[in-house]
């Protein structure tokens, strides 16, 4: 099992830059890949970018080029680093976890969501 705890989000003007981070914690954690969703108000949630354990990482399109994940192993936390903002950028941020192909579509896992604002 593992629990997920995202921190990180605020306001912050459009061009401007944050930094998301994901606390996991559980006895098979470093069996896991994550990964990061998002969710605007009134539509579903999207993927947005993936780290897997070998190191490969997958972005959604909307965010190439601006946004990068990224992990610290010894404390068991990932990150995603947001420039470049965008006013479509905000929404809830959701780190997710799963031990399957099914990461960047359903995954098993999720914190509790962090909200992120881009104002014009």
Do not use: H
């Amino acid at each position: 099992q593992v629990q997920l705890v995202e921190s990180g989000g605020g306001l912050v003007q459009a061009g401007g830059s944050l930094r998301l981070s994901c606390a996991a914690s559980g006895r098979t954690f470093s069996t896991y890949d994550m990964g990061w969703f998002r969710q605007a108000p009134g539509k579903e949630r999207e993927f947005v970018a993936a780290s897997w354990r070998n190191g490969d990482t997958r972005y959604a399109d909307s965010v190439k080029g601006r946004f990068t994940i990224s992990r610290d192993n010894a404390k068991n936390t990932r990150y995603l680093q947001m420039n470049s903002l965008k006013p479509e950028d905000t929404g809830d941020y959701y780190c997710a976890a799963d031990q399957t192909v099914l990461l960047t579509t359903s995954p098993r896992y999720w914190g509790q969501g962090t909200q992120v604002t881009v104002s014009s």
